[in-house]
């Protein structure tokens, strides 16, 4: 019997040291603690790393002290449901030592230790796999409000085409001095404010057309300087550290100024008692091993552009909303809520990432992150003063959908010399051509028509038409004209709303140039 008792002893020993190996080498947090008090019995090593305490420390610890103030309800909740045996499986939230907060999930198998009733929990950080999660969720949301609002726009743009159009068309033939013309005025001022709001959302919604070019961007901000420092005021201190290394992006210049300037004004706004705006450029190569940090982020070269200031910082559920339209934590009319949306959409429409650190109290550094490409910088283009805009008496076909629109356009042209003919839709413009003995010399249409697109109509004019050229007008952007927003080499498009001046101004330049020519058409 004393052996037979012996051998069980020893077999017991062995058993208890393999499973201690297995608690204390297990490469997730451990710990076991007591069914009544809640006291942490024992806690092994990659639980002693994830939380912060020391392992004497922890067994100071009840699972209360784990779980953060929000989550003291929840607890409770599940201690009166808890069953007195089996497995217990949940997602909760704890936090560190140091007060970080992390999702875990975490299974609790009853066992007696030391003599007490007491679980043994196992608690897997599935932080990353959460925040991919949500990230997932929060890029489908932005997408599907991006196409509502890029379809806002689209018809926002034709009714301002013609709000402003008629505006200008009232202006000139209304004389100085007539009381009139303020009201005028007026009207153009509201228009263009208008105007500016749904180039915003063509910009989250990344239905803009862009026009990149090599740029440098050490140049974009060295140029912005003196502006954004009247912007900031004398309160914000400005401090730029450009890397002579950064290299170059290829973006839409105007656009990239878009950028800056939003994040400028939206550093400006929180920092109301003053502080500190640093803007900064530096060369970032991303490896693969960085690829999974940077949350599915491509290994490649980068131009960072960070904007950081001192102000009065976000907590987690601002920035959770931070690049949605429309949401705003300034008071009512001192923002649209648009600015930061604007700057994800010209960002994610210009192939770069964006990404936001912030803490209440403690100030925003923004990142974005623009793939870095070979060559040299073009030179920016000098400023022109505008030229007179001249008519002509070419042969225009004009077809576009929005009967004010049409109107306006076909008005304009026809002011300034040009022969008219002008159709509703894609079927009634090939039957006009077709009826018409004479040549055409430009055609004119919008993008997206019911029934057949600007480029469709384009393609099958041009057997009979082959020296025609082609004017595109559009509220939002096409994936028939351009690709992922960049406007196709040599196509000539106009974008809604404009105003007569422009049109002319845009078919004398497409006439007397290469651009719109048949062959380069999309």
């Known amino acids: 019997m004393a052996i037979e008792r012996k051998r069980t002893e020893e077999q017991l020993h062995d058993s208890e040291r393999k499973y201690r190996l297995l608690f204390e080498t297990n490469p997730e947090p451990m710990f076991v603690y007591d069914f009544q008090t809640l006291r942490i019995l024992a806690v092994n090593g990659a639980a002693v790393a994830r939380y912060g305490y020391t392992e004497p420390e922890f067994l100071q610890l009840t699972l209360r002290d784990i779980r953060p103030p929000e989550e003291q309800g929840r607890l409770d909740e599940e201690l009166a449901r808890r069953p007195d045996d089996g497995a217990v499986r949940a997602g909760v939230r704890h936090w560190t030592k140091q007060g970080k907060r992390f999702d875990v999930d975490l299974v609790a198998r009853p066992l007696e230790f030391a003599g007490r009733r007491a679980r043994l929990v196992l608690?897997?950080?599935?932080?990353?796999?959460?925040?991919?999660?949500?990230?997932?969720?929060q890029s489908q949301k932005m997408e599907a409000v991006g196409q509502l609002a890029g379809g806002i726009a689209h018809d926002f743009n034709n009714l301002l085409t013609a709000i402003l159009g008629s505006?200008?068309?009232?202006?000139?033939?209304?004389?100085?001095?007539?009381?009139r013309r303020e009201d005028a005025e007026e009207i153009r001022h509201a228009g263009l404010r208008a105007a500016e709001l749904t180039r915003q959302l063509l910009a989250f919604s990344r239905r803009q057309v862009l026009a990149p070019k090599v740029l440098d961007v050490n140049s974009v901000v060295a140029h912005m300087d003196r502006m954004l420092r009247r912007l900031l005021g004398e309160d914000v201190e400005l401090a730029t550290s450009l890397d002579p290394a950064a290299g170059a992006v290829n973006a839409d210049p105007?656009?990239?100024?878009?950028v800056l300037?939003?994040?400028?004004?939206n550093a400006r706004d929180a920092m109301p008692g003053g502080g500190r705006l640093s803007i900064e450029t530096t060369r970032v190569t991303l490896h693969d091993e960085h690829v999974e940090r940077r949350h599915r982020m491509p290994a490649g070269d980068y131009v960072c552009l960070a904007v950081a200031d001192?102000?009065?910082?976000?907590?987690e559920t601002t920035q959770a909303h931070l690049f949605e339209p429309f949401f705003t934590t300034k008071?009512?009319?001192k923002g649209t809520g648009l600015g930061l949306a604007t700057v994800y959409g010209i960002v994610k429409q210009s192939g770069g990432y964006i990404w936001v650190y912030s803490e209440p109290a403690h100030g925003t550094t923004v990142k974005v992150y623009l793939p870095r490409v070979p060559g040299v910088a073009e030179a920016p283009a000098p400023a022109s003063e505008p030229q007179q805009v001249r008519g002509g008496d070419e042969t225009v076909l004009l077809v576009e959908d929005a009967a004010p629109v049409r109107t306006l356009a076909r008005r304009s042209l026809e002011a300034r010399g040009y022969r008219v003919l002008d159709a509703a839709d894609g079927p009634s413009a090939l039957e006009l051509s077709a009826r018409h003995a004479g040549g055409i010399d430009i055609l004119v249409t919008d993008v997206v028509m019911?029934?057949?697109?600007g480029r469709e109509l384009a393609e099958r004019l041009a057997p009979a038409r082959p020296s025609m050229k082609v004017l595109y007008t559009s509220g939002y952007t096409d994936d028939a004209m351009v690709r992922q927003g960049v406007l196709n080499a040599g196509v000539a498009f106009l974008q809604k709303p404009f105003v007569p001046d422009t049109l002319a101004r845009k078919v004398r330049e497409v006439l007397d140039g290469e651009q719109g020519a048949g062959s380069n058409r999309p």
């Open 450 to 453: 019911p029934g057949m697109s």
């Open 123 to 137: 608690a897997r950080d599935v932080s990353a796999q959460r925040q991919l999660e949500e990230q997932l969720r």
């Open 254 to 258: 105007g656009q990239l100024e878009q």
């Open 167 to 179: 505006t200008q068309l009232l202006l000139h033939n209304t004389p100085s001095g007539d009381p």
């Open 310 to 315: 001192t102000g009065v910082g976000m907590d």
């Open 261 to 265: 300037l939003n994040l400028a004004v």
């Open 331 to 333: 008071e009512v009319g």
